[in-house]
Each structure stands twice: as structure tokens, then as C-alpha cells.
């Protein structure tokens, strides 16, 4: 399976439309993307491992991939979709929201291991809009525990890396904890009152160098998770040396932060 050609990156950069408004909204998305700019320049290097990884997704996911089971290539398509979507947040330098999609990623990849071999499984979750009751078979069958459970009995090593990183997420932004608005607000005062602001766009924070960070950290963990898949195993084979380096590199650069090594 692949993504689809409207998908996939487009050559130019289109300009801003003459009837572009302005509003609080247009102000918002003009912000984001001018940090992305100011990312690349910035912080050039992780941005290049960002593109690396993103490209080993796409040399993994090619239409070969779909000779096999259905499901497990769907969810590997989900798992890249929100590793993207996790990716323009974090270099748009929208840090609290990155989490939300590295959660999103690492239960799609989840997801792909679970159903893998498994015609069980796969009815149980094909049938969840036929009834209530099937809704409420497949949130029993297809819990965190459940699916980690199953990676655990393929790789106990992988599963606590796996377990950890999804721990991380929900702490940093994937559900609205303590350490997710701790790192992102912003105290402020004028001449009547103090103030906190959350700060939606962290553009040169940390807190904006460390999404990325884990972008490529939990990235490299989704994308060798897909290798238990029968018909991901084998492409995943020409990029495992390229993952392992990209791996290594944000492992270094993780060293002594929350995070730690996966």
C-alpha cells in the first residue's frame, strides 16, 4: 500500500491567494507555517532526520506492501498519516499538540501488529458499526493492554520502549496532564494584572525541540513495530540500517531528558 498521489508532497509552494483574509485564523496558520520555515533554519539537522524517517516510511509502504491482508496496511497508512500530522505540528513549533499524533501513530502501529494473522481480530474490528454490542466487543478486545500485550509475547524489550513512549505522550500533551501545560505556558503581566498564556505556537522553545525530537524518536519505534507484519517484513529489511542510525543519533540527543532512551 502507499499514500495517494494527492497526498504526497507537492513541488512548489503555492503563493498566498490575493483574497487570502485576514482574521484570527488566517493570523494562526501564516504563524505556523512561517516557524516551519524558521525551524529549517534553525535547526536544520533535525529537520533533515525528520525528513530521512519520513522517507524510510514511504520506501516501507510501497505498493508491494498491499500484496497480503488488508488491515495491517490500512493501519500502517494511519500510523505514517498521524506520524505526519505529529511531524507539522512539531515543526510548526505547536509542541503541545505533536503528542496527540505520536499517540495516534504508535496505536495505528499497534493496531497493524495486533490483527496481523489474526481473521478474529480483524471481524471483530470490520464489525464494531453493526451494533452496540460490536462497538463494545471491539473496545474490550482492542485495548492498550491488549495490543501491547500481544507485542510483548513478538519482543518484551520492544513492548516496554513501546510502553514507555505511549506513557510519554499522554503525559506531554496527548491528554491535558500537569507536564503538558507546565512546559507550555507563559507568565505575563501588565500594568493591572499577572497572567499565564498557553502558548498553542512555542516557536524556539524547548518545549518545540523536543517535539521534534520525539517526532523522530517514537517515528524510528512505529516504523520498526511495522516489521512484524508480514507483508511490511520484508521492505522494512532495506531500511533497518537507516532507522537504526536515525535511532541512535535522537537516542544521543535525548540523553539525560525526561524522555531517555525508548
Same mark, same amino acid.
Given at each position: 500500500?502507499?499514500? &495517494?498521489?494527492?497526498?504526497?508532497?507537492?513541488?512548489?509552494?503555492?503563493?498566498?491567494?490575493?483574497?487570502?483574509?485576514?482574521?484570527?485564523?488566517?493570523?494562526?496558520?501564516?504563524?505556523?507555517?512561517?516557524?516551519?520555515?524558521?525551524?529549517?533554519?534553525?535547526?536544520?539537522?533535525?529537520?533533515?532526520?525528520?525528513?530521512?524517517?519520513?522517507?524510510?516510511?514511504?520506501?516501507?509502504?510501497?505498493?508491494?506492501?498491499?500484496?497480503?491482508?488488508? !488491515?495491517?496496511?490500512?493501519?500502517?497508512?494511519?500510523?505514517?498519516?498521524?506520524?505526519?500530522?505529529? @511531524?507539522?505540528?512539531?515543526?510548526?513549533?505547536?509542541?503541545?499538540?505533536? %503528542?496527540?499524533?505520536?499517540?495516534?501513530?504508535?496505536?495505528?502501529?499497534? %493496531?497493524?501488529?495486533?490483527?496481523?494473522?489474526?481473521?478474529?481480530?480483524?471481524?471483530?474490528?470490520?464489525?464494531?458499526?453493526?451494533? @452496540?454490542?460490536?462497538? $463494545?466487543?471491539?473496545?474490550?478486545?482492542?485495548?492498550?493492554?491488549?495490543?501491547?500485550?500481544? !507485542?510483548?509475547?513478538?519482543?518484551?524489550?520492544?513492548?516496554?520502549?513501546?510502553?514507555?513512549?505511549?506513557?510519554?505522550?499522554?503525559?506531554?500533551?496527548?491528554?491535558?496532564?500537569?507536564?503538558?501545560?507546565?512546559?507550555?505556558?507563559?507568565?505575563?503581566?501588565?500594568?493591572?494584572?499577572? %497572567?499565564?498564556?498557553?502558548?498553542?505556537?512555542?516557536?524556539?522553545? &524547548?518545549?518545540?525541540?523536543? $517535539?521534534?525530537?520525539?517526532?523522530?524518536?517514537?517515528?524510528?519505534?512505529?516504523?520498526?513495530?511495522?516489521?512484524? &507484519? $508480514?507483508?511490511?517484513? $520484508?521492505? %522494512?529489511?532495506?531500511?533497518?540500517?537507516?532507522?537504526?542510525?536515525?535511532?541512535?543519533?535522537?537516542?544521543?540527543?535525548?540523553?539525560?531528558?525526561?524522555?531517555?532512551?525508548?
Amino acid at each position: 500500500m502507499e499514500e &495517494t498521489p494527492d497526498n504526497k508532497a507537492s513541488v512548489s509552494v503555492p503563493s498566498v491567494p490575493a483574497d487570502w483574509p485576514a482574521s484570527e485564523l488566517t493570523a494562526f496558520l501564516d504563524h505556523g507555517r512561517s516557524n516551519v520555515f524558521a525551524t529549517f533554519v534553525r535547526w536544520p539537522r533535525e529537520f533533515g532526520l525528520l525528513s530521512e524517517l519520513n522517507s524510510c516510511f514511504v520506501a516501507v509502504l510501497q505498493p508491494e506492501s498491499s500484496v497480503g491482508q488488508l !488491515l495491517p496496511g490500512l493501519f500502517a497508512l494511519r500510523a505514517q498519516s498521524a506520524f505526519l500530522a505529529a @511531524s507539522t505540528c512539531a515543526l510548526s513549533g505547536q509542541a503541545l499538540d505533536t %503528542y496527540l499524533g505520536l499517540r495516534g501513530s504508535l496505536e495505528a502501529a499497534l %493496531y497493524a501488529v495486533f490483527v496481523e494473522g489474526s481473521p478474529q481480530r480483524q471481524t471483530v474490528w470490520l464489525s464494531r458499526s453493526e451494533s @452496540s454490542s460490536a462497538r $463494545a466487543k471491539v473496545r474490550r478486545m482492542f485495548t492498550v493492554r491488549s495490543v501491547l500485550g500481544h !507485542l510483548r509475547e513478538l519482543s518484551a524489550e520492544e513492548a516496554d520502549s513501546v510502553s514507555h513512549l505511549y506513557d510519554l505522550t499522554i503525559e506531554l500533551g496527548a491528554h491535558p496532564n500537569v507536564d503538558a501545560f507546565s512546559r507550555n505556558l507563559e507568565r505575563r503581566s501588565d500594568e493591572l494584572l499577572d %497572567y499565564y498564556k498557553l502558548q498553542y505556537l512555542a516557536g524556539g522553545t &524547548t518545549a518545540h525541540h523536543d $517535539a521534534m525530537l520525539h517526532c523522530i524518536q517514537i517515528g524510528c519505534v512505529v516504523l520498526r513495530m511495522l516489521r512484524h &507484519t $508480514a507483508q511490511h517484513a $520484508a521492505l %522494512y529489511g532495506r531500511v533497518d540500517a537507516r532507522v537504526a542510525a536515525l535511532q541512535a543519533k535522537v537516542e544521543r540527543d535525548l540523553t539525560g531528558t525526561r524522555s531517555g532512551p525508548a
